[in-house]
């Protein structure tokens, strides 16, 4: 197998956001959609595992989730290269990742590399004379706590088993089959109920280790080993960076500066990271209801963290991945039909967070074009949600609200009449009552973080939590006085893009006449130092001033987990000069993009090119817009309308 030309991922750099509570990230060797991301586990650890400020690890464990909160999620099958009395520490000078592979040597001279299939994680340790290969492996190991745990010795070089972890939050859990299997004979030593020691004979300097995994069974985890047996693991490297390659050269940029390449194509990588397809290659899967399912037209996919997801990552797979995200949509109209719950269910394929608004991802998908879902299937499901939707902060009213008018049109497009009418009844009401009494006055308890009961943001952040009814907004208030309250919001840093529920605030101005606001807060945003008074949950005793995006280990403002693709995402959206404002819409919002040309090559074997002409300096601002000849007035354009391809070209002269 030859090398793929780097081309984009060149420019990815793995070790954004690793280091503290910057990200919650880790630069584990994984493939696009993968079950497995194996990397060091740092000890401390942070969320994801991994810190880049850390040097000890307690070993490499074969699965994480990327940028979720609570402690994170996988951490499984840990494996130490020595005793566990002994610290390993990372030499730092050595450590290297590139998408797909990650190496690095430890201090005691060991060597370590590994790399990715779907769903095999394959590990090298290569030892100095004076260390005996020895690998202590933990086969209860996790970030949340374990159910349950067996292994067997199967043969020589192999050992078959399961663990039952907890999922994020403790929430729920997963089952995890696999097959861990050597290239050398081992002898079984240590052995304790969720330990043991591989030892090898003493001429042996090197070890390979390969972990298959299954949420199904030890023989479809073996048969993932068996699968990739004729591969070496130089060549499953290869076709793990060859596979980012293809996937990140759909976009292409020309102009901006060489860290915002970097922060673009990281954050374009991070978005493929999941969800994750957990179908056997016969087409079985899990289902929520702990069921085993063939499918017959669809992969199945798991590991879902929706409550912040579906406002940006979810949207730009619709753009960018609209066969797989046809596969993501079925899964979660399956989860639906299987009994899914808000958060992880007792039978997941994966570790997993939460999957609330699924609704709102799903009518995304179909208003913008990926029309083939089977509504139906999830009908009684979705109805069964919509009648447990949280009510009991203002805040959980206004995503409810949101919900509710998802549910509406999905009711309308299978000609559920009856219902449509009552979910768009309910949504406006509930919309109106909470808008009214909790958010229409402003008043100084607007700035306090989770006053009245609020998750994680404060009223004003929330106020705008309802862009599908800002023309409600914008009739009761006025649009001079909504649009300086909004510059309010900005000029005295009581945004908050170090979480979701203002991340769409900035593209409001588009809706309030004041386009040239959005661009120059968006720019800035992503490219300049900014006053952050807020962090996840509580205001910073001094406020933080940096830059919220940074090619830098310390790669987000503090406190701002990227949260699973979500901040990646709408990093991308906001380079490439479009963005989706309404979920569930199909318009995105217009706004100057970072670099001179971005050129899109759509799965319908079209090509988008976006196009910034007369830009003399990076404050320079759209004076017209024109698509395809057409000048566009209005700051937005329809998903459909950029799927012809085509032209779109931004002017500012």
């Known amino acids: 197998m030859t090398m793929a030309v780097a081309q984009n991922t060149k420019y990815v750099n793995l070790f954004i956001g690793t280091s503290g509570d910057n990200g919650q990230v880790a630069p584990g060797a994984t493939v696009p959609f993968g079950m497995v991301c194996v990397c060091p586990d740092s000890d401390p650890r942070t969320h994801a595992g991994y810190d880049y400020a850390v040097t000890k690890v307690s070993g490499i464990s074969v699965n994480r989730l990327s940028g979720v909160g609570c402690s994170g999620g996988g951490g499984n099958l840990r494996i130490r290269p020595v005793a566990p009395a002994q610290e390993l520490h990372i030499d730092k000078s050595t450590e290297q990742a590139v998408p797909g592979y990650y190496t690095t040597a430890f201090t005691n001279g060991i060597v370590t590399e590994l790399t990715a299939t779907n769903a095999m994680a394959a590990e090298i340790f290569q030892y100095n004379r004076n260390t005996p290969a020895t690998l202590w492996v933990d086969f209860a190991s996790t970030f949340e706590g374990v159910a349950t745990c067996q292994y067997e010795r199967v043969s020589d070089t192999c050992i078959e088993g399961y663990v039952q972890a907890r999922n994020v939050c403790g929430r729920g859990q997963y089952k995890l089959y696999f097959s861990l299997n050597t290239d050398h004979p081992f002898q079984l030593q240590e052995q304790q109920p969720t330990t043991a020691a591989l030892k090898f004979d003493e001429e042996i300097r090197t070890v390979e280790v390969r972990i298959g995994l299954s949420p199904l069974s030890t023989e479809l985890a073996s048969k993932e080993c068996s699968r990739w047996k004729e591969m070496s693991f130089s060549n499953l490297k290869l076709q793990a960076f060859a596979q980012w390659e293809k996937q990140l050269q759909n976009i292409n940029v020309k102009g901006g500066e060489q860290d915002d390449k970097i922060i673009f194509y990281t954050s374009l990588y991070r978005t493929f990271l999941s969800p994750v397809d957990v179908t056997s290659p016969d087409g079985e899967y899990l289902g929520t209801d702990g069921k085993k399912y063939v499918s017959k037209d669809f992969r ?239 205001e910073f005793p001094t406020p933080y001033f940096g830059k919220a995006f940074k090619n830098d280990p310390v790669g987000y403002s503090p406190e701002m987990d990227e949260d699973d693709g979500t901040m990646s995402a709408w990093y991308v959206f906001g380079a490439m000069g479009f963005y989706p404002l309404l979920v569930g819409d199909e318009y995105y919002e217009l706004t100057l993009p970072l670099f001179d040309k971005i050129q899109l090559r759509l799965s319908n074997g079209k090509k988008l090119t976006v196009e910034v002409k007369g830009r003399k300096k990076k404050d320079d601002l759209i004076q017209n817009i024109r698509f395809n000849g057409k000048v566009i007035d209005d700051y937005r354009i329809s998903h459909l309308e950029l799927l012809k391809g085509g032209h779109l070209v931004f002017n500012c002269k």
């Not at 006055?441 to 989770?450: G, I, L, Q, S």
């Not at 006085?481 to 101005?509: A, K, T």
Request: charged share 25%.
């Open 300 to 538: 199945y996919y798991s590991n879902w963290s929706l409550w912040d997801t579906f406002r940006t990552k979810f949207p730009l797979l619709v753009l960018t991945e609209p066969v797989k995200m046809r596969d993501m949509a079925t899964s979660l109209i399956h989860l639906y039909a299987t009994g899914k719950k808000d958060w992880s269910t007792g039978f997941e394929s994966t570790p997993t967070v939460r999957t609330e608004h699924a609704v709102v991802l799903l009518l995304d998908a179909y208003r913008k074009g990926i029309t083939n879902l089977d509504f139906r299937k999830g009908y009684a499901g979705m109805k069964e949600e919509m009648e447990r939707l949280p009510m009991r902060s203002p805040d959980q009213k206004m995503e409810s609200a949101y919900d509710l008018w998802a549910m509406a049109q999905i009711a309308d497009i299978i000609d559920e009449k009856e219902d449509a009418e009552l979910y768009r009844q309910r949504s406006a009401t509930l919309f109106e009552e909470t808008w009214k009494k909790e958010f229409m006055t402003v008043t100084p308890a607007f700035e306090v973080m989770k006053n009245n009961g609020l998750y994680q943001g404060t009223r004003w952040q929330y106020r705008w939590a309802a862009p599908q009814y800002i023309d409600k907004m914008i009739e009761w208030v006025g649009q001079d006085s909504l649009r300086s309250q909004l510059s309010y919001f900005f000029d005295h840093h009581l945004y908050n893009q170090g979480n979701e529920p203002d991340i769409h605030v900035p593209y409001l101005f588009n809706r309030l006449g004041a386009p040239g606001e959005t661009q120059q807060i968006v720019r800035n945003l992503m490219t300049q130092p900014m006053i952050h008074k807020y962090g996840g949950n509580s």
